[in-house]
């Protein structure tokens, strides 16, 4: 069936460093990726989302990249920040009517 | 203007007992979602209308979970006979339109059955 696989589930960086994120999806039909962050005991939000029409979109220090042959969308943060701590899911659209989300990243900046 | 709402907060029940949970979406999102998500874990798709339209219920665990949108507005999600593995968060999502619009998320509930 179809499914997500995102990686790492966990990651740690120093900040300032840069962190990314990655998924791989097996539906081919998906056309809408977007990322959602979420903080501890808070809801998720989005934070970017890319359509498979475009190959990267970036957004201040956020950015987002698709290959649409391999079937991969990353997350890439850079200058990373206390605030930037929390879990961070991928998400992908199969079909006209399921939405499928990565089992998630928790990403630890280290001061 | 005002959020994605849910109602209650919080709800511990015994194993056995209905459950009824409330969400009140973005005025004027056509789209609304319900998901279950287990402690640690990502959200799981339950069930997405469009308007009062049940357009998708494969994630439904069993047939104890049951959702309606009468109005194409306030959802419930009404679990019966709860279990104790139904424990979870139960979070609603509204979008203006579809699956591909950003999606705004309530508070979500922490159902707890002992």
């Known amino acids: 069936g179809e499914n997500v696989e995102q990686h790492p589930s966990t990651l740690s960086v120093q900040e300032g460093d840069s962190a990314v994120i990655k998924c791989t999806y097996s539906?081919?039909?998906?056309?809408?990726f977007p990322w959602y962050k979420q903080e501890l005991g808070k809801r998720p939000q989005l934070i970017i989302d890319?359509?498979?029409?475009?190959g990267e979109k970036k957004d201040q220090r956020i950015a987002v990249t698709l290959n649409k042959t391999a079937k991969h969308f990353s997350l890439h943060i850079t200058e990373t920040q206390p605030e930037d701590s929390a879990v961070y899911f991928c998400v992908s659209s199969p079909g006209a009517s399921k939405i499928i989300f990565g089992s998630g990243t928790r990403l630890s900046i280290r001061p | 203007g005002a959020g994605v709402s849910q109602s209650p907060r919080y709800k511990v029940a015994k194993r056995g007992q209905d459950v009824a949970l409330r969400c009140d979406p973005i005025s004027g999102h056509v789209s609304l979602f319900w998901y279950q998500q287990a402690l640690g874990q990502g959200p799981e798709f339950l069930t997405y209308f469009q308007n009062e339209a049940q357009l998708d219920k494969s994630g439904l665990p069993s047939d104890r979970f049951f959702a309606e949108r009468p109005e194409g507005s306030v959802s419930t999600l009404k679990i019966q006979r709860t279990q104790q593995e139904d424990s979870a968060v139960y979070l609603c999502?509204?979008?203006?339109?579809?699956?591909?619009?950003?999606?705004?998320f309530g508070p979500g509930t922490r159902l707890t059955v002992l």
């Open positions: 539906d081919s039909a998906s056309n809408y």
């Open positions: 999502a509204s979008s203006l339109e579809g699956l591909d619009n950003e999606q705004f």
């Open positions: 890319i359509r498979s029409n475009v």
